[in-house]
């Protein structure tokens, strides 16, 4: 067998409400606690009728540099420990009740840690009437005297409301109270629990004003409890099996025609007076889950939704029954929301269950601190984020109330003691944030058409019948069968009508004369019956004419206000269009500034940029003028250096030459002398005359470079090497720099620089104390002799503090070994002993010694002369 698809029921279209673009913030109202007995730290007080301060306990650090911080939070309205519970009604609960007897709906509920009087605020206690309490009393103080009878309204099980007339109510009545195995007491003051007797005193009783006369009201109260994130039905009448006890059926949300959320299958009770409210109330309480925690001996695992509904109807026209059309019906509701606290598990101590139930309780409450964040964000930046009413039942319930079904408020109630202090942080948070948020007003209920003052002038009509009828003798009740019973009593009483004699004549003439009297007297009833029917008549007539003239001025003014409100509906457009204006317009002024801001950031980062570029270029210029001078500087030193250096070489090389010759020279002459002996052999000569030679001249006297092998000296006697004195001893400071590798020539003449320090490596501190440096370098020549240098320079000083050597001479110095060769003079025999003469040869070592500043440059040699011995 094939199944049929079934096909989706079709979403129907939301009803159409009058829009209002007026909203109100949430109010947020705060409630200080009275510091326990056994605490003694206080870490909240209150600043002004509108502000608290909290004070960081001792120990507690809120900055992460540990500085000591104060908060301050703002609220609506701030209660003190010394406000009592006729002023928190008073200010928070009282518009809340008023609106709902004109018709529109409200939400209050208590927000706060366990333990910070969240339950004693809504219900109180005996002769502390709670927010609950208070509003079921004002509620019945208003319209008392304007309920229609019971089951007059009847719930339709989807959140609507169904009349019907007295008799189906008195038959309804009859069924139930039949249906009932105990009767109920008339009195229901006398059943009332001794825990919640005397909640308000006679005097703080409240009143409702503006109360509209012209209907009959009917209330009915229901009770839930969310608990686990399942909804309950407090006051649902279970049969308890003691053997087999079944648990509570959970209930479900709906939505009705309107669109509104409600508890499908919850139960609504209708009540009568504030006594009869609150002992349904009591009974659900009972039922309540509590448990006893750490914190709290008696804290609620749930939370308690208490809803009173006012159902109300116009009466007719006549003003005495209720009009019979479920269309005219209005229902608003007022729901008080006990939120169980958020708590700490490992503050609580609980265990198993209870942290499972706390787990619920926190996680419900963030749901509720989500959704007025994401609608905060909505309104506060235009945004259209999806608002997660469905993640939680508690949200989910009151969505109607946020999206403009009715006024939100909110208790937060705080314990001033300091262990509570973080928690407290993060209540003052989440109302701090709730005040931000914004809810549509709800628009009034539309007028009903009927004339008002119906029910008054029906009574005023009642009251002069029972006026007349008492100045006649007539009863004065409004039994009609007892006026008519009256009215046969009132005639004159008939005579005895029996007939024991046909030829009787009198028993009938006076029944007859008793009859035209009756007659007489019925006729004259008659007449001012119909007189008083005809001014009844003239005077409705007169009434009718002033209603219809009334009526068209009202049809009239009706008209003019139809015009009004199309010109109010025409600038409400306006005006919602010049708002979506302006705010198009600052929302591209807002993004104008920000583009703004971003240019003149960024110029001031390019002319900061340009400045530290045009800084940099200006020292590098001043820094490529400093070089230019520095380098003219080194270059004019340089040229003139070089310009000394080739004078001097070309100055060596000529005393080179001039050397050269004079060497040359006294060869030839030893040759000379040589020959000039060799052709005299045989003759002995006389001994030579001893003759000073001629001395050469300064130039003549300079060395010239030595050869491999030592060349001849022309006489016998040893010479003694000249040596000179460096022209450098002045003032000036030497650092004389000789290596620890350096050999001991044992050479007489050394190089000696007066006022100099030794040092074996050079360092900083030595070459800050001294002018020059100076470096004995020793290297073997090509000779294979061991050649000294000094290289010298002078020490100047570095940009970073340092010292450098810039190297200017170089002088060297060599050892040279001078042979004299032996040779035997040849005498004659005459000669005496003493004339024999032996050559002594003699070596000597000759030494150069340098002084700094000499004029001597690198490659210059300084030799030794021979001098001849006087005879």
């Known amino acids: 067998m094939i199944r049929q698809a079934k096909g989706k029921t079709p979403r129907r279209p939301p009803p159409k409400k009058p829009s209002s673009n007026q909203k109100d913030p949430v109010g947020v109202y705060c409630r200080v606690r009275p510091l326990g007995a056994e605490d003694e730290e206080c870490c909240i007080e209150v600043i002004s009728s509108s502000t608290i301060q909290l004070h960081a306990p001792d120990g507690f650090k809120t900055n992460r540099n540990g500085e000591y911080k104060e908060t301050q939070y703002s609220f609506k309205k701030v209660f003190g420990v010394s406000v009592s519970q006729m002023e928190l009604f008073e200010y928070v609960a009282k518009p809340l009740v008023d609106d709902l007897i004109h018709g529109k709906n409200g939400l209050l509920f208590t927000y706060g840690v366990t333990g910070s009087g969240k339950t004693f605020t809504m219900t109180g206690s005996p002769g502390l009437g709670g927010l609950l309490p208070r509003s079921l009393d004002m509620i019945f103080n208003s319209i008392g005297p304007y309920q229609a009878k019971r089951y007059v309204f009847k719930t339709d099980d989807k959140n609507g409301m169904d009349v019907q007339s007295e008799v189906d109510a008195l038959l309804e009545r009859q069924r139930r109270d039949n249906n009932l195995s105990a009767p109920k007491s008339s009195s229901s003051r006398q059943k009332l629990d001794p825990e919640i007797a005397d909640m308000i005193k006679p005097e703080e009783a409240s009143k409702a004003d503006g109360v509209d006369e012209d209907s009959s009201y009917g209330v009915f109260v229901s009770y839930i409890e969310i608990y686990n994130n399942y909804i309950y039905d407090l006051l649902e009448e279970t049969q308890e099996d003691v053997i087999k006890p079944k648990p509570p059926q959970s209930k479900i949300l709906r939505e009705d025609q309107n669109h509104n959320m409600y508890v499908a299958g919850c139960m609504e009770v209708e009540v009568k007076s504030p006594e009869e409210a609150f002992q349904v109330f009591w009974r659900g309480q009972k039922k309540r889950k509590v448990a006893n925690t750490r914190l709290n001996r008696e804290s609620s695992r749930s939370h308690s939704v208490f809803i009173i509904k006012l159902a109300q109807a116009p009466l007719d026209a006549d003003g005495d029954t209720i009009l019979q059309d479920k269309n005219q019906v209005s229902v608003s509701q007022l729901c008080l929301v006990d939120l169980a606290g958020s708590e700490r598990t490992g503050r609580t101590g609980a265990e198993g269950t209870r942290i499972r139930e706390a787990g619920n309780i926190n996680q419900s409450l963030l749901n509720l601190r989500t959704c007025i964040e994401i609608l905060r964000e909505n309104q506060m930046c235009g945004t259209n984020r999806m608002v997660p009413y469905r993640d939680s039942k508690v949200t989910h319930l009151f969505k109607n109330y946020f999206d403009g079904e009715g006024k939100v408020k909110m208790v937060v109630c705080v314990n001033p003691k300091a262990d509570d202090y973080e928690e407290t942080l993060l209540v003052m948070r989440f109302a701090e944030m709730t005040q931000e948020v914004e809810v549509a007003r709800p628009v009034d209920r539309p007028i009903c058409g009927f004339t008002p003052g119906r029910r008054h002038r029906n009574q005023a009509f009642k009251e002069e019948l029972s006026r007349k009828l008492e100045e006649r003798g007539g009863p004065i009740n409004r039994d009609v069968s007892s006026v008519i019973n009256h009215l046969v009593q009132s005639l004159p009483p008939l005579p005895s009508s029996e007939l024991t004699d046909p030829h009787d004549d009198i028993t009938l003439p006076r029944l007859i004369e ?11 009833m ?42 109010i509906q025409n600038n409400k457009a306006e005006i919602e269009r010049l708002e979506k204006k302006n705010k198009m317009q600052e929302h591209k002024i807002d993004i104008l500034q920000k583009t703004t801001k971003i240019y003149e950031d960024d110029k001031r980062s390019l002319r900061h940029e340009l400045d530290t570029r045009d800084q940099r270029l200006m020292r590098e210029q001043s820094d490529k003028r400093r070089m230019e001078q520095r380098m003219h500087g080194v270059v004019t030193d340089t040229q003139h250096k070089w310009e000394k250096e080739c004078e001097r070489r070309v100055n060596a090389m000529q005393l080179e030459m001039q050397n050269k010759l004079w060497v040359k020279d006294e060869k030839l002459k030893q040759l000379k002398a040589i020959v000039t002996e060799s052709k005299t052999p045989g003759r002995p000569e006389p001994p030579p005359q001893q003759t000073q030679p001629k001395r050469p001249s300064r130039e003549e006297r300079l060395p010239a470079k030595r050869s491999a092998s030592p060349s001849p000296i022309p006489t016998t006697t040893p010479v003694r090497p000249l040596h000179r004195r460096s022209r450098s001893a002045g003032g000036e400071k030497w650092v004389d720099h000789k290596p620890s590798s350096n050999l001991d020539l044992g050479t007489v003449l050394q190089p000696v620089i007066p006022n100099a320090i030794q040092v074996s490596a050079p360092s900083e501190k030595a070459l800050s104390k001294c002018d020059r440096y100076v470096l004995t370098h020793q290297e073997v020549a090509s000779d294979g002799e061991i050649q000294t240098k000094l290289i010298k320079g002078e020490v100047i000083k570095t940009r970073g503090g340092g010292q450098a050597v810039q190297f200017t001479d170089i002088e060297t110095l060599k050892q040279e070994l001078t042979t004299v060769p032996s040779r035997k003079r040849r005498s004659s025999e005459g000669t005496p002993a003493n004339g024999d003469r032996t050559d002594v040869e003699k070596r000597c070592s000759v030494a150069l010694e340098m002084r700094a500043g000499s004029n001597m440059g690198p490659g210059y040699e300084h030799h030794g002369i021979t001098k001849r011995r006087k005879p």
Do not use: F, P, T, V
């Open 514 to 524: 008793a009859l035209q009297n009756r007659y007489r007297i019925r006729q004259m």
């Open 526 to 567: 008659i007449e001012e019956y119909n007189k008083a029917a005809n001014m009844m008549k003239s005077m409705l007539q007169e009434l009718d004419g002033n209603l219809a003239s009334k009526g068209d001025y009202i049809h009239e003014q009706n008209g003019k206000l139809a015009e009004k409100d199309k010109i």
